[in-house]
T-cell receptor, first 116, second 116 residues
């Protein structure tokens, strides 16, 4: 069974500062993907970044980067130069190999608040 | 790409009534997923379709729940004899056919169900 753990219920950051949101995972499948989604108060889940278990380099997408430490089973999201619009709920999720891709296991989320 | 569309956005119903939600995926996406999200939690997988075939159902999907995707395009999720525990946000997502676990899901805005 897969499990995602997000231990930070809430995080605060000053505008223009960087913030790290923690995520640890557990799976016995050697092939898996790790995702981060943002959920604003409107409710829509917005895809941010993806990291594959066999990827050699950490993923980056604009101001988002994923600090992937495979041995520690962690996949932390780093948001650089925080903006007020980054205030939202952030979810870490995992998909494993096989035909059931898209069947994501989500963590409980971290609420990020960006202060001006 | 008009995005994933869900209808209605909000539904309030009395316990024991039946409700039906609709999801229109991104037109070229063959896979369609339903998730349920309760307050303060991450989404939980319910079921998914590859074209019109329902390939997997979670144990969360009791006999009162039924999902269809009759022509491989839009999907409906029906809940019969609603209970207060069914109150949640119901999220629909889609992804391209022929993808793999790297393929991110594209989510709709969800339908928020309140059972009184």
């Amino acid at each position: 069974a897969q499990k995602i753990t997000q231990t930070q219920p809430g995080m605060f950051v000053q505008e223009k500062e960087a913030v790290t949101l923690d995520c640890t995972y557990d799976t016995s499948d050697p092939s898996y993907g790790l995702f981060w989604y943002k959920q604003p108060s409107s409710g829509e889940m917005i895809f941010l970044i993806y990291q594959g278990s066999y990827d050699q380099q950490n993923a980056t997408e604009g101001r988002y980067s994923l600090n992937f430490q495979k041995a520690r089973k962690s996949a932390n999201l780093v948001i650089s130069a925080s903006q007020l619009g980054d205030s939202a709920m952030y979810f870490c999720a995992m998909s494993t190999g096989g035909t059931s891709y898209g069947k994501l296991t989500f963590g409980q989320g971290t609420i990020l608040t960006v202060h001006p | 790409d008009t995005g994933v569309s869900q209808d209605p956005r909000h539904k309030i119903t009395k316990r024991g009534q039946n409700v039906t939600f609709r999801c229109d995926p991104i037109s070229e996406h063959n896979r369609l997923y339903w998730y349920r999200q309760t307050l303060g939690q991450g989404p939980e997988f319910l079921t998914y379709f590859q074209n019109e075939a329902q390939l997997e159902k979670s144990r969360l999907l009791s006999d009162r729940f039924s999902a269809e995707r009759p022509k491989g395009s839009f999907s409906t999720l029906e809940i019969q004899r609603t209970e207060q525990g069914d109150s949640a946000m119901y999220l629909c997502a889609s992804s391209p056919g022929g993808g793999n676990f790297r393929s991110p899901l594209h989510f709709g805005n969800g339908t928020r169900l309140t059972v009184t």
